[in-house]
């Protein structure tokens, strides 16, 4: 037999059982301000890009000998793994009190990707592409190339060759070597 007391204790524990439970589907964690994750997304998107553009834009690195056709070398795969783990975490600083600082540290990481890319030749590549084929670099001899002192003669034709190529009367076959007739070096 229960008492009129401990019955209502008991129904009283039951409502406040099953309130508890239905405010926990409702319950939402408080993730704080998200104006800063789209700018660390496309900080990311950019320094990706640029870190992946670069070796298929200037082609294999001169030190690398690995009979592999790929452009890509260890270390572009070390900086692009790097990026995406260094990213990810300031995605995860991003909301709160932190999204500040974390879209500023994004962009001084993203100057340095490009400082870096400039300095190795990446980035002047990788803007190398959207160039017409004759503004772009080595496909066209300018005649500053020339060696000093020289003047070709009139009519005569200057073209640049291949290395190992024909050679004869003003042809280039290394830069700025231009051959005579007999194929000496002109000085």
Do not use: C, H
């Amino acid at each position: 037999m229960t008492t009129p007391i401990a019955a209502y204790a008991a129904d009283r524990g039951g409502q406040a059982a099953r309130r508890a439970a239905r405010d926990a589907g409702r319950a939402r964690i408080p993730t704080g301000n998200r104006q800063y994750q789209g700018v660390i997304v496309a900080e990311f998107a950019v320094a990706v890009l640029i870190v992946a553009l670069a070796p298929i834009a200037r082609g294999k690195a001169p030190s690398d000998t690995s009979a592999s056709p790929s452009p890509y070398g260890v270390d572009d795969v070390k900086q692009l793994v790097g990026i995406g783990a260094v990213y990810f975490l300031l995605a995860l600083l991003s909301s709160g009190k932190w999204g500040r600082f974390s879209a500023y540290f994004g962009g001084l990481i993203l100057l340095a990707i490009g400082l870096a890319q400039t300095q190795s030749g990446g980035l002047p590549a990788i803007f190398g592409i959207f160039q017409p084929a004759s503004q772009s670099a080595g496909t066209e001899t300018q005649l500053t190339q020339l060696p000093a002192g020289y003047l070709p003669e009139p009519g005569q034709q200057i073209q640049p060759t291949p290395s190992g190529g024909p050679t004869g009367p003003g042809f280039f076959t290394q830069p700025s070597v231009v051959t005579t007739d007999t194929g000496t070096p002109l000085q």
